[in-house]
C-alpha cells in the first residue's frame, strides 16, 4: 500500500515536476554553455552541443571590454528602479484612493484604469513619441522614466486594490476614532499591512521594466543611454552576425540583478500575488 | 463623563432607511444597551455616534456638544469592535498606545497609563506579544484596553462578545460589568444576544427596523413588554403566541381557543370589556407555566408532550394542546416523559395580552 502510494506520488507528482524543471531551465543551461565556449567550438557540428570541450571566458571579456555593456546596466538600473517609484507611489494612492474613499466614480475609474492597461504597447509609443518629442526628452532616459508607468500602473493599481479590500475596515476606523488622519492611517497601518502587496507590485514594477524593449527601442538612440535589452541586441547583433557568446554573457549577467530580487522576496511576492493576508 | 442625547435621528441610504426618528437620552454613567435582530438599525446608530456615519437628520448631543459634523476623533469616544480590528503588526502595548501616540501625549505618560490599563485587564504578562499570538478573550481584553486608556466620555461597544465561545462570553460579560461600574463611565452596547442585554443593561432599547419599539430597564421589558416583538424577543425560551377568542366563562369572561379555556381574573376583565374587540393576541411566557396533577377547565392546560429538552437546571417541555403548540420551562425535579399527558396551570396574573392587528399591548 505505502509502495503503491509512494510509486503513484513519483509519476503523479515527482517526474512532471522534473520535467517541467529541466523545460524551464534549458534556455539558461544553454546560455551558461554558449558564454564559455568559443566560437570555433560553437559552429563546429561534429563536436556534443551540450557540453564545454574547450571553456573560455573570451565573450565575459569581448562584452565588457568591447561594449559599454556596464554602461547599459547602471541605465538601466536607473530606469528600472525610477520608474518603480513613481508607479509604486501612483498606484499605492490610486488603489487605497478607489477601494476606501468611495466616491462616486471610484468603480468607473478603477475600470478605466485597468482599460488603459489592455491597450498594446505597439499603439501607445506612437502618440507616447510624440509627446517625448514635445516634452524635448527624446534619446533622454528619462524618456522611459516616464513612459513606463504607463503599463505598470494599472497592474499593480488593480493588484493593490484587491490587497486594500483584505484589510479589515474597522481598523481603518477604529484608528481614525484613535485620532489618526487619513495619511497617518495610510502610513501606519495600511503600509505596513500591505507590504507582501508592494513588494510584489514593486518585483513586478522591476522586472518589467528591466526587460521593457520596445519604448527603449523607439525612445532611445545614442549608444550611451541605452538598456540592457537594446544594448546588446543592436550592439552585439552587427548585420547578419551574431556574436553569440557575448550576447549570451550580456544576457546572464543581466538576469543575475533580477534573479537576485526575486529569491530576497519570494515569500512576499507569492503572498502578495494571492492576496492573503494572514492576521 | 457626559450624557448622550439622539433627538430625531435619522439614517436613510439612498431609499433604505436604516434608522427611523430614533430619540433617546442617555444619562451620565448609564449603560445602555441597544438589542434586536440584524439589520434593525443598531449599530447604525452606534456608528452615528462614533461619528463613523453620517446622519442623514436630528442631532445628537454629548454632554452639550453638537456632534453631528464632529470628526470621530474629536468626539472623545472609544470603540471595541466585533472582530476587536487590532493591528496585527504592532505589539499590544503600542496597540494600546496608539490613540495616546496619536494625541502626542509624553512618553511617561503614555508608559504609565497603558500599564494601568493592563493592570485592570490583567494583560501585563501580554504586553510585548502581537495580536497573533493571543486567543480570542487575550485579543478582545487587548480591544478593551485600548478603548479605556484614554478615559473617554463614552465607551461605545460593537457585539464585543459575539467572536467568544459560550463560556468565556458569561465570564467577559461579567468582567465589562464591572469595569464600567470601576470607570463610571456612559457606555452604549450593542447587541443582538437578548441575555447579553438583560444582564449587562441598565437600560435596555429594543429596536426592529430602524424603530425603537421599546426604552426600559431590563425587568420592565421583561414583565411589560409593550408588544409582540419586544415580547417575543426578551426571554428564552420565547413566549408563547396563540390567537383567542373572547366568551363568556363561569365568572366573567374566559379565552377560547380550540379545546384550550382560561378564565381571565377580574381586573382582566374589567380591562378587555374596555377594549371591546373579541379576537386577542395572548402570551404566556414557558417559565409562567406549573406542573398540575389534575386537568380543570378554565384553570390548565392539558396536552400532550412531544419534545423533552433537559437543559440542567430546568426542563423544556414542548407540547400540543389541541391546535396549540406551546412551550414550558419546568422545574428539573419534575419528570416529565415524552407521548405521555401533561396538565400545565398558567400563572394568569403573568398572561400578556395584545391588540391582534397592531402587536401593541393591552395588558395594561
Known sequence: MAIERSGSKLFKFYLPLVMYLVF?????????????????????????????????????????????????????FFVAILATLISLAASLLAAYAIQRLRFKTSGPTGVAIFLAYLIPQTILFIPLASIIFKLKLWDSLWALVLTYPT??????????????????????????????????????????????????????????????????????????????????????????????????????????PVALVYSFFVEQYVAGMTGALKE | MAEVRLENVCKHYDKVVAVDNFNLSIQDKEFVVLVGPSGCGKTTTLRMIAGLETITSGRIF???????????????????????????????????????????????????????????????????RKPKQLSGGQRQRVAVGRAIVRKPEVFLF??????????????????????????????????????????????????????????????????????????????????????????????????????????????????????????????????????????????????????VEPVGNETYVNFRAGELNLIAAVGRKTIVQAHTRMVLQPAMEHLHLFDIDSGKSISK
Open chain 2, 158 to 307: 460593537d457585539e464585543p462578545l459575539s467572536n467568544l465561545d459560550a463560556k468565556l462570553r458569561v465570564q467577559t460579560r461579567l468582567e465589562l460589568k464591572k469595569l464600567h461600574e470601576r470607570l463610571a463611565t456612559t457606555a452604549v452596547y450593542v447587541t443582538h444576544d437578548q441575555v447579553e442585554a438583560m444582564t449587562m443593561g441598565d437600560r435596555i432599547v429594543v429596536m426592529k427596523d430602524g424603530l425603537i419599539q421599546q426604552v426600559g430597564s431590563p425587568m420592565e421589558l421583561y414583565n411589560t413588554p409593550a408588544n409582540r416583538f419586544v415580547a417575543g424577543f426578551i426571554g428564552s425560551p420565547a413566549m408563547n403566541f396563540f390567537e383567542a377568542e373572547l366568551a363568556g366563562g363561569t365568572d366573567g369572561l374566559c379565552l377560547q381557543s380550540g379545546e384550550v379555556r382560561l378564565d381571565l381574573l377580574p381586573e382582566q376583565c374589567r380591562r378587555l370589556e374596555r377594549y371591546g374587540r373579541k379576537r386577542i393576541l395572548v402570551g404566556i411566557r414557558p417559565e409562567d407555566f406549573r406542573p398540575c396533577e389534575r386537568h380543570e377547565q378554565g384553570q390548565t392546560i392539558s396536552g400532550e408532550v412531544e419534545v
Open chain 2, 62 to 128: 454629548i454632554g452639550d456638544r453638537l456632534i453631528n459634523d464632529l470628526p470621530a476623533k474629536e468626539r472623545n469616544i472609544a470603540m471595541v469592535f466585533q472582530n476587536y480590528a487590532l493591528y496585527p503588526h504592532m505589539t499590544v502595548r503600542d496597540n494600546i498606545a496608539f490613540s495616546l501616540e496619536m494625541r502626542k501625549r509624553p512618553k511617561e505618560e503614555i508608559e504609565q497609563r497603558v500599564r494601568e490599563a493592563a493592570d485592570i485587564l490583567g494583560i501585563e504578562h501580554l504586553l510585548d
Open chain 1, 151 to 256: 503599463f505598470l500602473v494599472p497592474f499593480c493599481t488593480w493588484l493593490l486594490m484587491g490587497y486594500f479590500k483584505s484589510i479589515p475596515k474597522e481598523m481603518e476606523e477604529c484608528a481614525m476614532i484613535d485620532g489618526a488622519s487619513r495619511i497617518r492611517i495610510f502610513w501606519k497601518i495600511i503600509l505596513p499591512l500591505c507590504l507582501p502587496g508592494v513588494l510584489s507590485a514593486g518585483i513586478f514594477c522591476f522586472t518589467l521594466s528591466w526587460n521593457e524593449y520596445l519604448y527603449a527601442l523607439a525612445f532611445i538612440s545614442s549608444s550611451a543611454k541605452k538598456t540592457v535589452p537594446i544594448g546588446l541586441v543592436t550592439e552585439l547583433v552587427r548585420g547578419d552576425i551574431y556574436h553569440w557568446g557575448s550576447l549570451m554573457a550580456g544576457a546572464l549577467c543581466a538576469s543575475v
Open chain 1, 24 to 76: 524551464l531551465l534549458f534556455p539558461f543551461y544553454w546560455m551558461v554553455n554558449t558564454v564559455f565556449k568559443s566560437d570555433k567550438e560553437l559552429y563546429d557540428m561534429s563536436l556534443n552541443p551540450f557540453y564545454i570541450h574547450h571553456p573560455t571566458v573570451h565573450n565575459i571579456v569581448r562584452l565588457f571590454t568591447e561594449t559599454i555593456f556596464l554602461r547599459w546596466m547602471a541605465n538601466t
